[in-house]
């Protein structure tokens, strides 16, 4: 027997998707590749929140992962790490399509940072972007956070914080 199952992560246009829901963070502020993989990851695994070393401030979206756990795909899924580092390729697809078609801005891209354009999401696109957030408002207020209140470098960072990438060697 075949069983066919369908994981958002390993998608490249759910992950297109996904960075189109994250545009109101995105919007006016320029974040590395890996600071918005990370606010992808989660996105994608709210239910994953709870394994975050948050700051004293950022306990609360812990309750987060409750809430969302009936997204937790059916069947065993790898560890995180290893989560997070297959969605790489598919996260990299969706960030240099959008740059090609002008979602991001191309140099900033170059240079491993996510920069917004003004150039407006297609009216579908938009509303179901719209009605999905605002009915987990919660979940991008918490990548919101995520966004604005942690850096990505260092033992204190993003990195080190969730486990997902490697955080000794970088230059802080």
Known sequence: MSQLVFQPALDPYHAMFRLFRMFPILKGVALSRDHVRILDFYLTFPFLISSI?????????????????????YGQQPEGPLLFARMEA???????????NSFLETEALAADKIVTTDKSLPKDVCE????????QAD??????????DYSILG??????????????YDAV
Not at 128 to 135: D, G
Not at 140 to 145: D, G, M, P
């Open 53 to 73: 070393r948050l700051s004293r401030e950022g306990q609360h979206f812990k309750k987060l992962a409750r809430k969302y756990i009936n997204l937790k795909p």
């Open 128 to 135: 179901r972007v719209i009605e999905l957030n605002e009915q």
């Open 155 to 168: 033992e204190n960072g993003l990195k080190a914080r969730t486990g997902l990438k490697e955080y000794r």
């Open 90 to 100: 598919m996260q990299n697809a969706a960030l240099d399509t959008l740059a090609f």
């Open 139 to 148: 979940l991008l207020e918490f990548l919101q956070s995520l966004a604005s």
